[in-house]
């Protein structure tokens, strides 16, 4: 009886339900029997014989891998492969080449000491650390070196990276964030860019160099602050440069730059890479050119790949910053750290640079001057050299006036550099991701300055440049 009961219960109920229900448990009913019936009904497979699939074989063609064909005369069909060690010279299989392309400034790659320093940590830790630096991959030279860098840079604390450029994509972001506004040199490096695209904040770009047009973004940016304090006060801003431009081979206008820093209040980062060991009394680099302390500046980024002669880069300031980096730089927390024998490498060599810096540093200037000079006289009149007379980077390019596109140009420098080659000397064209870069800078050689090169040496390589860049602009009607 009692089922009987449920059995009406649930007859009346069904008749008192609404049609949008009914409609509803109706498809439902019909996509399970829908189900039942498509899974007894699936296609069986296709048998084929061995003859149709030999014919289906023959007559399917696959599509290419590439939409269209490269060219073949782009510069990443054509390496140059270099056999032995880096260093004054510079050897691709024909013979040696007074070397200009490599950024080891001072040299020190081939100081013996510093070589020594690494042979001896080698046999004491292997190879590498196999760790990020927050497990297992910190030894005592990584700490002692990073305390020797604050020492050198007279901060409180630094951070050391595995690789250069992670330092600055790594460090930006660890303080910038989305609702932030960062104020950069247009001209900024691609490590600097990265870290900019990371932070999610919003970029303004000033002009290169330009801190008249800074100041008017500044300003902008402040008049929109009055207007809406509450929203300003969330804000926080942010100003990056380089101290030696590795685009443009020119210095930072610094001095201005604290201006305008302690006007608009501004968090001020300068990535020293190229400027250490280079400008400056003792080598520090832009604020060392100008005598600004560092407590002027938030942070100090810079690469040990270039004057360092090693590898991996650093971070500097007070213990404050430096310290969450430990924590928030990616570059910090998750790569391994860098290499034991590295690290000594780069110790010994502030060790060196401490001690010489007061005859390598103006030797390298002098060198500089010299061969910029001798450069812009001897360059074709459709041709010139761009980049600060004392900085080690000189930049090779097209005048506007010439009229050429930036693939004409690219194809014209790369025989520049062919010609130079066989004239005895190793140049390279500056190498950009223009689809990914910004502001990207036009194309051009970039040519590095070592404090190694003699007069005579520097007579030579200019006169082999020119020649070049004459042969080519009369081969191409330039």
């Keep these: 009886m009692p089922e009987m009961w449920n059995v009406y219960e649930s007859f009346q109920a069904l008749l008192e ?66 056999k032995g ?8 299989g024909a013979g040696p080449l007074l070397n200009l392309a490599s950024h080891d400034y001072l040299r020190l790659s081939e100081h013996k000491g510093i070589e ?19 497990f297992y991959g910190t030894t005592e030279v990584h700490l002692g070196l990073e305390k020797r860098i604050a020492e050198f840079f007279k901060c409180e604390g630094s951070v ?12 930006i972001p660890a303080y910038a964030k989305s609702g932030d506004v960062i104020f950069a040199d247009e001209a900024v490096s691609f490590s600097i860019q990265r870290g900019l695209q990371a932070s999610r904040s919003r970029i303004v770009y000033f002009r290169h160099n330009d801190d008249q047009h800074l100041g008017q973004l500044l300003e902008l940016q402040a008049q929109a602050d009055r207007k809406n304090p509450k929203k ?35 968090r001020l980062f300068i990535d020293e890479s190229c400027a250490f060991g280079c400008l400056g009394p003792h080598g520090r680099g832009a604020l060392d050119y100008f005598d600004i302390p560092a407590s002027d500046v938030d942070l100090i980024m810079g690469s040990l790949e270039y004057a360092g002669s090693s590898t991996g880069g650093y971070t500097a300031g007070t213990s404050y910053v430096i310290e969450h980096q430990r924590i928030n730089g990616l570059g910090y927390v998750f790569s391994a750290s860098l290499p034991p024998l590295l690290a000594a490498a780069a110790k010994q060599m502030l060790e060196v640079l401490e001690r010489e810096a007061g005859e390598l540093v103006p030797a390298l200037q002098h060198r500089c001057s010299l061969l910029h000079n001798a450069l812009a006289q001897a360059l074709p009149h459709k041709m010139c050299v761009t980049g ?8 090779v ?17 790369h025989k520049v550099v062919k010609e130079a080659e066989d004239r005895g000397v190793a140049l390279v064209v500056a190498s950009l991701l223009r689809l990914q870069e910004t502001c990207p800078s036009p194309p051009s050689i970039r040519l590095i300055v070592n404090v190694r090169l003699s007069e005579q040496q520097i007579t030579e390589a200019v006169t082999a440049v020119a020649d070049a860049c004459s042969v080519v602009a009369a081969n191409e009607n330039i």
């Design 116 to 134: 020594a320093a690494a042979l001896e940590c080698l046999h004491q830790y292997g190879v590498g650390s196999c760790g990020p630096r927050g």
């Design 17 to 82: 339900a609404g049609p949008y229900h009914l409609a509803f448990e109706g498809f439902l009913l019909v996509w399970v029997m829908w189900l039942l019936v498509a899974a007894k009904s699936r296609p069986r497979p296709i048998k084929l014989t061995k003859k149709e699939e030999e014919q289906l074989l023959a007559e399917w063609s696959p599509e290419p891998l590439l939409s269209s064909t490269p060219d073949p005369e782009h510069p990443a069909l054509h390496t140059r492969t270099v």
């Design 232 to 266: 300003a006060n969330a804000i926080r801003r942010f100003l990056v440069v380089e101290g030696l431009y590795m685009n443009t081979g020119n210095i930072c206008r610094l001095p201005e730059l604290i201006e305008l820093r302690r006007k608009y209040k501004l």
């Design 160 to 171: 050391l990276y595995s690789y250069g450029f992670s330092t600055m994509a790594s460090a």
């Design 388 to 395: 600060s007379v004392i900085g080690p980077i000189k930049h």
């Design 397 to 413: 390019a097209f005048k506007p006036t010439a009229g050429l596109t930036v693939e004409q140009q690219e194809r014209a420098l």
């Design 85 to 92: 060690k880096l260093g004054h010279y510079v050897d691709f």
